[in-house]
């Protein structure tokens, strides 16, 4: 399950021009505009469901954190999060979000969420919270070197791109044409996509520019951290099935665990290169890390994931 397959569960603008012409993200108006039903108690609904009919997890852990960051100050800011996906979520119905004060320090701050369907937690969400400290101990590894954005076809081109050519497997076509129906509110501009006769060399890699649709604004670092929770998730776990998938199948892949380091500040609306890779599967498992860059090579966010992955046999192995 690469970025070319259903989702089973920068700094510089880009392309895009004056960012102000644009409407206002859907991810902010609707996805993460939680609804507040008592002091620390929200109710959050649904835009996207993917093709599995679960709830998409990176939808869960930005409306926990939107939650969460509701109950601290202006001058703290996430620096990290945690969390278990505990129980399928239902898209039919609300999720409520409980926010527990853990911890306000003077320099750290803790909250818990937890998040509940029909009574029963889905997702236990822990993040921390931070005053401003400048430090002299600084470091981090170099941006790997990609072509910009504007040099890459869209997602939607590419994905035309693939159901031109007449040696596309019909089979394929049918999950293509979905991804390419669907409404999903961010944009994606694949690293050197894969030829059709190089799927079944792939390395459990992948880099992707990334950004959410529409206007978010320069202000509200809460908020661009919420849409990069979001963001996150999306195609993450797949990482692990691209050496895979053309001998196998999905048959079943959910996120177990998510978690997130902030180091920089950013903004979700512009473009930033998503580095992905899978260092390890075995037992219906499977490990990714993830590192999020703003455009001008300042290392903004890491990732870290694991998920249950269940396979069985592709019907035939003929070449794609």
Not at 130 to 146: D, E, I, L, R, T
Not at 223 to 250: E, N, R
Request: with cysteine; proline share 7%.
């Amino acid at each position: 399950m690469s970025i070319l397959q259903a989702p089973e569960d920068g700094q510089g603008g880009g392309d895009r021009g004056d960012p102000s012409r644009d409407l206002r993200s859907v991810l902010v108006t609707s996805v993460l505009n939680l609804e507040q039903l008592d002091e620390d108690l929200f109710r959050g609904r649904h835009y996207w469901v993917p093709i599995t009919q679960r709830l998409f997890g990176g939808q869960i852990v930005g409306q926990a954190l939107v939650a969460a960051a509701k109950s601290v100050s202006e001058d703290v800011h996430v620096h990290s999060l945690h969390c278990y996906f505990v129980q399928t979520g239902d898209p039919k119905v609300p999720v409520l979000y409980h926010v527990e004060r853990t911890r306000t320090g003077a320099s750290f701050s803790v909250r818990s969420v937890k998040a509940v369907q029909h009574g029963k937690p889905i997702f236990i969400f822990q993040a921390s919270f931070q005053k401003m400290q400048p430090s002299p101990v600084q470091h981090q590894f170099s941006m790997p070197a990609v072509p910009p954005p504007e040099e890459l076809l869209d997602h939607e081109n590419l994905i035309d791109q693939y159901l031109r050519d007449p040696s596309f497997q019909e089979k394929y076509r049918v999950g293509l044409n979905r991804i390419a129906a669907s409404e999903v509110p961010i944009e994606i501009k694949l690293i050197k996509p894969p030829a059709l006769s190089q799927f079944r060399k792939m390395e459990p890699k992948q880099m992707f520019w990334v950004r959410a649709r529409g206007y978010i604004g320069e202000d509200d670092i809460k908020m661009h951290c919420c849409v990069a929770a979001y963001i996150s998730d999306y195609a993450f776990l797949g990482t692990a099935l691209l050496p895979h998938q053309w001998k196998y199948k999905a048959r079943f892949v959910a996120s177990l665990d998510h978690s997130m380091w902030f180091h920089a500040p950013f903004r979700a609306d512009h473009w930033m290169l998503y580095e992905c890779e899978s260092p390890w599967a075995g037992g219906c498992r499977g490990l990714v890390h993830g590192r999020l860059w703003r455009q001008d090579g300042v290392l903004a966010v890491s990732c870290a994931q694991e998920g249950v992955i269940r396979v069985k046999p592709q019907v035939s192995e003929s070449k794609l």
